[in-house]
């Protein structure tokens, strides 16, 4: 997980996406109002998802 400004982020999007993609790499997005975000694939958030579903419910079936 890498921590990164929102400047440098916007300037290097496609960099960001390709390895976020790629090399499921997480980013913080870093913004000077202090709200800051978590850019990962759709692979990965649905991998966290299913993962906490499965936590929740795991000893019900």
Do not use: C
């Amino acid at each position: 997980m890498e921590a990164i400004s929102s400047s440098a982020f916007l300037r290097e999007f496609t960099l960001y996406a390709e390895q976020a993609a790629a090399k499921d790499e997480t980013y913080i997005i870093q913004r000077s109002n202090g709200k800051n975000m978590v850019f990962m694939s759709l692979d990965k958030y649905n991998e966290i998802n299913k993962e906490l579903f499965l936590l929740k419910n795991g000893n019900d079936k």
